[in-house]
């Protein structure tokens, strides 16, 4: 069922995900064609998120966004929903509020190795931005960082600051798959009034699955569906963004991860259950979920068991 309408408002629009956007001509959504999607939204009971390019929109722009509740997505923008910055060296020069919801859009590397900064802000997401390009000895160090991580958030949270750091304390906090579940929960509305799977399918020029005059209709919609994946359905990585469109790029099946992916949040799903335990140690009050230990970290090994 759908949940969220994104609108990418500009060829242009910042990227909040692992797809890099190069795109740089200015190409601003229809004014008609996002008011029929909005009022389509309103019809759906969607909550409408809007991802903006670096300039300012036309008054007639903003007076329509604001005609319905929605967040707002913005690069380097901290009045924003969120506020998304490329790269660690943009946010080390940053001027963060306190309160700020940050995405952090960096590669593996930039990770590993400044990763020790991350826990100094309160609420921040990492987005990897070359996972395809991921190995053995690279998921090793990933695997070592986010141990290191576990332990940092954890004295954070013990000297009573906050620290939301998905890579470590996401899968603490879920109870089911919570995904990314683009063309499930979530659909996009581009710059040329049609309907994609997500921002990322359109950037790379994919076939649309509908238009704001014809409506919405995806093929095989199942396949996104993570109860119709095999290997999806007996994971309890929950943390897992279960990215399609990385799917697509690593498998060519929508609906069957790459080894990466999975082993990616096995790991993450392993460090949450390390501070977990740290903090239950320490009487932090409130911890009461559980992570129990596997001894897997694909879940394909599970099912060829």
């Known amino acids: 069922?759908?949940?969220y309408l994104v609108v990418l408002l500009d060829d242009s629009s910042?990227?909040?995900?692992h797809y890099e956007n190069n795109k740089t001509e200015r190409r601003l959504i229809g004014y008609d064609d996002l008011k029929t999607a909005l009022l389509w939204s309103m019809k759906e009971n969607l909550m409408v998120q809007f991802v903006y390019?670096?300039?300012?929109?036309p008054d007639e722009y903003k007076e329509l966004i604001d005609s319905v509740d929605h967040s707002d997505i913005v690069e380097r923008d901290f009045r924003a929903d969120v506020t998304v910055i490329n790269g660690v060296d943009?946010?080390?020069s940053a001027d963060?509020?306190?309160d700020a919801t940050i995405l952090l859009r960096a590669s593996v590397k930039e990770f590993i190795d400044n990763a020790e900064i991350l826990p100094d802000y309160s609420n921040i997401t990492v987005v990897l931005t070359d996972v395809q390009h991921l190995n053995g000895g690279t998921l090793d160090l990933y695997r070592e960082t986010l141990t290191k991580l576990a332990d940092k958030v954890a004295f954070r949270v013990c000297s009573g600051k906050p620290s939301i750091l998905n890579v470590v304390t996401d899968r603490m906090r879920l109870?089911?798959?919570n995904n990314c579940n683009a063309g499930v929960e979530t659909i996009t509305i581009a710059p040329d009034g049609k309907f994609y799977i997500c921002p990322a399918f359109y950037i790379d020029g994919d076939e649309s699955v509908g238009d704001v005059k014809s409506g919405l209709s995806i093929p095989n919609i199942q396949l996104y569906k993570s109860e119709y994946a095999p290997i999806c359905r007996r994971c309890d990585a929950y943390n897992c963004r279960r990215?399609?469109?990385?799917?697509?790029?690593?498998?060519?099946?929508i609906n069957t991860p790459g080894r990466e992916q999975c082993i990616m949040a096995h790991h993450e799903r392993n460090a949450s259950r390390l501070l977990l335990e740290k903090l239950r140690n320490a009487g932090v009050v409130g911890v009461a979920s559980s992570i129990p230990e596997i001894d897997?970290?694909?879940p394909f090994e599970k099912i060829t068991r």
């Open 14 to 17: 910042v990227s909040y995900c």
């Open 243 to 253: 990215c399609v469109w990385l799917n697509k790029k690593f498998t060519h099946e």
């Open 53 to 57: 390019p670096d300039y300012e929109l």
């Open 90 to 92: 943009a946010l080390r």
């Open 296 to 298: 897997y970290l694909d």
């Open 1 to 3: 069922m759908l949940k």
């Open 175 to 177: 109870h089911e798959m």
């Open 96 to 98: 963060v509020p306190e």
